[in-house]
Nanobody, 115 residues
Framework: QVQLVESGGGLVQAGGSLRLSCAASGSIFNINLMGWYRQAPGKQRELVAQ???????NYADSVKGRFTISRDNAKNTVYLQMNSLKPEDTGVYYCKALVVGRLYWGQGTQVTVSS
């Protein structure tokens, strides 16, 4: 099994920055894809950003130019650098990993952006 441990969430003012981290541990042979999703109360979970094993990236239109996803393969860790944060970025952020054809999720970390 694979465990995903997230950190870096918190409360920040609009225009500020946060960096989320997600460290994967356990029975890992190869991480094919890692990504970040978020969910606000009353809304569906949505893709924020993802990075493939080939290092290609994809972002939601709402975060392009503000968020950057990256990986440290030696540490099996994915990061989400969030700049110019807006109140609409508020939500629970979940880390996702696809490992040898199986999907794993982190427990979620709260990000709150005040106006």
């Amino acid at each position: 099994q694979v465990q995903l441990v997230e950190s870096g969430g918190g409360l920040v003012q609009a225009g500020g920055s946060l960096r989320l981290s997600c460290a994967a541990s356990g029975s890992i042979f190869n991480i094919n894809l890692m990504g970040w999703y978020r969910q606000a109360p009353g809304k569906q979970r949505e893709l924020v950003a993802q990075i493939t094993g080939g290092a290609s990236t994809n972002y939601a239109d709402s975060v392009k130019g503000r968020f950057t996803i990256s990986r440290d393969n030696a540490k099996n860790t994915v990061y989400l650098q969030m700049n110019s944060l807006k109140p609409e970025d508020t939500g629970v952020y979940y880390c996702k990993a696809l490992v040898v054809g199986r999907l794993y999720w982190g427990q979620g970390t709260q990000v709150t952006v005040s106006s």
